[in-house]
C-alpha cells in the first residue's frame, strides 16, 4: 500500500515538507461566455444563475437561480410580395429603445403552468452559471 491509501476519489493530494498532506478538489467545469450565448440560441432549454441589475431603478445584485428557461427569440420578419411594401408593425418607438444598446437577453419559462410569469432581461457579463458549468470571460 503507497502513501495515498484511504484519499477521495476526485481528490489530489498536497505534500508539504513537513509530512503533512491535504486534498484538494479538482477544477470545476467551465464554459466561455460565447459559447454559452451560442447554446441559447439553438432553444433548448437551459439553468441559469445571474446577478440582477436594474439601471433605472439602480437596484441589484441579487443572484438569481432559473431552471428549464429559454431565450426569447424575435419574430421573424414580413416579406412582401414583389413590387409591394409592408409595414411590420406601428412606427411608435418601443419601451426600452436603449434595448439595444444595452445588450440584454430576453428569457422565459417555456412551461405551460407558468404561465403567469414574466419574461426577464438579463445582462449576459451578470451570468455565473449556465448548465451547472462557471462561466468565464471569452
Do not use: C, W
Request: charged share 25%.
Amino acid at each position: 500500500m503507497g502513501k495515498f491509501q484511504g484519499l477521495t476519489p476526485g481528490r489530489f493530494p498536497v505534500l508539504y515538507p513537513a509530512g503533512q498532506m491535504l486534498e484538494f478538489g479538482g477544477m470545476e467545469s467551465t464554459i466561455l461566455r460565447s459559447a454559452v450565448i451560442k447554446q441559447m440560441d439553438t432553444g433548448e432549454p437551459f439553468d441559469l444563475v445571474f446577478v440582477t441589475l436594474d439601471e433605472n431603478r439602480d437596484t441589484g445584485g441579487d443572484l438569481i437561480t432559473v431552471q428549464g428557461y429559454r431565450k426569447k427569440k424575435g419574430e421573424p420578419a414580413a416579406t412582401a410580395a414583389p413590387g409591394q411594401v409592408r409595414k411590420t408593425g406601428d412606427l411608435t418607438p418601443s419601451k426600452d429603445p436603449e434595448r439595444k444598446k444595452k445588450k440584454t437577453i430576453t428569457i422565459f419559462n417555456p412551461d405551460p403552468d407558468a404561465r403567469g410569469q414574466h419574461p426577464i432581461g438579463v445582462h449576459p457579463p451578470l451570468f455565473q452559471y449556465f448548465n451547472n458549468k462557471r462561466i468565464l470571460n471569452g
